[in-house]
Every structure is written in C-alpha cells, then in structure tokens.
C-alpha cells in the first residue's frame, strides 16, 4: 500500500476522468493519472511516462532507470509479486 | 554484515557503514546512552529488517520503529465498526487486503467473511467505486485507510463519484496524519528520540516543509528518506553528519521522488474532501490530537459514518499485549510478555503482530526466533 509500484503509462484511456493503462511488468492496469498532470504535462503527453503507482494512482513520474531499479528490489522483497497479484485479483465483479 | 553483499551497491554501502561507524565513535556515543533514530514508516522498518540493516550498525546507535504502519495502529474498535458495516444487509465492503486479518474484539474481516458477510479485497478504491457502478442495488462501502500517501487516491475517488452521480458509494474514513503524531511523539515523556528518518511516500505527497517543526521547535534532524537499503544507510548517515555538525535541519535524501513542496492536484484533492479530526484514537498509543481526517459537510453523502449507524466503541487492547510500549521505544519487541508464543503472525493478539511491516512480525520473521525467545525469558524472569 504504501511502497507503489513503478510501471509505464502504454495509453490514454479517459481524457475527461485521466484515466490510463499502465504496463507494470507485463500486466496492464487502468489507472487514474489526476496527480501526474499539470501545466507542463498534458493528459495526452503522459503515455510513454514511468510513473510510480500507489492503489490504482499514478503519484509520481520516474526516470526509466530509476523504475527498473525499484521494481528489482521490489522484487527482491517479495512486494511486487504481492502489488501485481493484488491488481489482478481485485474484486471487481 | 552478512547482507550487505545483496546491496545493490555493495561499496557504497560499505562505505557508508565505515563513515556512520567513524562519526558515532567522534560523538562518543555508547550502547549505555544508545543514539535513538525513529524510522516512521512501516515500508522502512520492512527494508530493515529485510536488509539486516540494525545488525550492520554500530551498537550505540539503536533504530526505534515507529507507528507508520496503518493496518498496525488501527484500534480494535474500528476493526469492530468495520465488521458491523459489514454485516448490514445489502451491503458490499471492500478494503485492501492488509485489513482483512486485524483482530477486532470479536473477529477479524477475514472471520466475517468466513461467517457470511459480503467482504471483497480490492487493489484500489477505484475498484470499488467500479463495484458500486455494477451493483447499484447494493451500498458499497471502502474501507479508506493510510496516511497521506493513500489519502489523494480515496479523495479523488469519491470526487470521481459525485462528479458520476453515483450515490451507492461511501468510505469509512480512516485516515490517519502522520505530522500530528509525529509532534505527539516528541511530546511524549517517556521517549527520547535522537533523529528521524521521515516518510518517503507520504512526503512526495505533502513535501517536505510540514516536517520543518521537528527542526525548528524541537530541535532535531530529520531526514526524508527513499525505501531502497542505500536510502536508509546514506540518511542515517545524513542524520549522524548533522548531530556531529551540531545542525537540526529537514534534509530530503529521496529527491528523486519528493519535491520540496509535494503534489498539488494531491494536496488539493484531499484537503477539498476531507478535514482534520480534533482527536482519534490509535492502538498502543491511545488518543492523539489532529491526527486523523474525517470527510467534510459537503461530502457527508459519500460518509459511511453519517450515512449509517457505526458503534463507534472504543475497545481496550488485550491486557497482555504491549504493542504501545514497542511503538514508543519503551520497550523492544521480543520483550513484550506474549512475543513469539500467544502472539505469533498466525494468531496475532497484537497489532504490530499483524502486518509484515509491524515491528513485531519483522523481528518474527527477519530475527533469530529462538535467540529472541531466550533473551525474552531472561528479560521477563
């Protein structure tokens, strides 16, 4: 909950709501992207963008490099393993 | 240092270790009068313990971990509230999924489940939001917990439901402030902390200026710090450098991710949705001025707490458990009576028990079980 995950904005899909798919280590993911945006950063020049996800929000725009090395240690603690299965079987029926 | 080869920079790390070493034996700090850090946050005491980041350090200096653990801290009535909203009829609950295992005073959501109630673990409360879309017959209700770092996303979630009329949704808000305990814990009497290591996530939300307090008023260094095991040896080093400099400033170690002023659409998302508590309550620390958030007048629609009837009990923690003297520092984990034996992370009594980012569980798993237990029954005999 607390540590994100980091993964990369791959589509816009709901300029009005901002809201994206993000790619985080192959599993795709709709995310909301209202705290990534601003005067220099339109909806639309977000894709292609590392971000680091917390809860379904991209909170913060990292370097590529910075976002594989996160995602190792992330790894390495057992966290992403948790973050990833966390996104993909969360309750939405 | 048996870890430190799974550094990913191992020199560094070395290297850093010899400075820290270097800079507590100039202080002249002893293990008698040890140099007491607090790191906040429950995401640092896990890298701690995951790294055996304590055992690299020099004696003198002891880690004091901290109540950043929201699923830690959470009173036993809350739990219990969260199980009556459960259990109405024609309800779906949803939370994440660190909650479901809390022991409340008669069960955890985990056993409400179990019983029959409609408790489904979501990833984001935006799931739940899409939940109450399929489900309009039924109230969905999330369960909002976290400091600041999860405050902007339940903010933006409930905003998303009032801007889409959807009136089948609320939270049961309990967020928690990270400033105000920080200020409760320097106030308190029976601690003496040295330095701190301040939240990564929470600040790349509110910045790094709220913690200037801590620097001004109360005259320590404080330094906001990244999650990786470097992040943590270079901002205790950090903290180290400034009381050898005899300087108490906010230091920011996590640039990378923290902006000195934090996130705007964030801060502006959570201050318009919710508003400061005067008091909650926490586990093992009792009740703490401001330092919890409530939803304001405007989104009482979108509040579990006024939409439906909560028992809002307050619950004494079990009477063996100590878990308010571990998360002061009064005490270590393994000296708690119940440590490893009544309380263990299958059958937690306590909440730092609970989560892998409590304290308690950390030494559990992380630790030398059986040499723990053994200094326990000579600190206890």
Known sequence: MCLGIPGQIVEITDVTKKLAMVDVSGVKRQVNIACIVNKEHSVASCVGDWVLVHVGFAMSRIDAEEAKKTLDLLIELGEAQAEIMAMQTSAMQ | ?381
């Open chain 2, 1 to 381: 240092m048996k870890y430190v080869d799974e550094f990913r920079d191992p020199e560094k790390a070395r290297m850093l270790v010899a400075e820290i070493n270097t800079i507590t034996e100039q202080l002249g700090i002893t293990q008698q009068r040890p140099l007491q850090l607090m790191e906040f946050c429950g995401g640092h005491t896990h890298t701690i313990f995951r790294y055996g980041i304590e055992q690299m350090l020099p004696k003198a200096i002891e880690l004091i971990h901290g109540p950043g653990c929201p699923v830690c801290v959470l009173p036993m009535g809350r739990v219990d509230d969260c199980v009556t909203l459960a259990e109405r009829p024609n309800v779906i609950f949803t939370t994440f999924g660190d909650a479901m295992r809390v022991p409340g005073s008669k069960k955890s959501l985990l056993q409400a489940k179990a019983d029959g109630a409609d408790i489904r673990m979501v990833y984001s409360p935006l799931d739940a939001l899409n939940l109450a879309r399929k489900h309009q017959e039924k109230e969905v209700i999330f369960f909002a917990l976290g400091f600041e770092t999860t405050m902007p996303s339940t903010a933006l979630t409930v905003l998303q439901a009032e801007q889409d009329n959807i009136n089948n949704f609320s939270l049961f808000c309990n967020h928690i402030t990270t400033v105000p305990t920080i200020k409760a814990i320097l106030d308190s009497p029976d601690m003496k902390i040295d330095g701190f290591l301040a939240p990564g996530h929470v600040s790349m939300v509110v910045g790094a200026r709220p913690f200037d307090f801590v620097a001004e008023t109360y005259e320590k260094p404080i330094v906001v710090t990244g999650f990786e095991p470097l992040d943590i040896l270079q901002s205790i080093w950090m903290l180290l450098k400034q009381l050898s400099e005899k300087r108490h400033d906010v230091e920011n170690q996590y640039a990378r991710i923290v902006p000195e002023n934090g996130n705007e659409p964030a801060m502006d998302a959570l201050t318009k949705v919710f508003e400061l508590r005067e008091f909650f309550e926490w586990r093992g620390l009792g009740s703490i001025d401001h330092s919890g958030v409530k939803m304001r007048d405007a989104y009482a629609a979108y509040d579990a707490e006024q939409k439906f009837t909560v028992p809002n009990l307050k619950i004494a923690d079990p009477k063996s458990c100590q878990c308010g003297e571990v998360l002061k520092g009064v005490i270590r984990p393994w000296e708690c009576k119940v440590f490893g034996t009544q309380c263990n992370p299958e059958t937690p009594m306590g909440a730092l028990m609970v989560s892998t980012e409590g304290a308690c569980a950390a030494y559990y798993n992380f630790g030398n079980l059986n040499e723990l237990l053994q200094k326990k029954e000579a600190v206890n005999a």
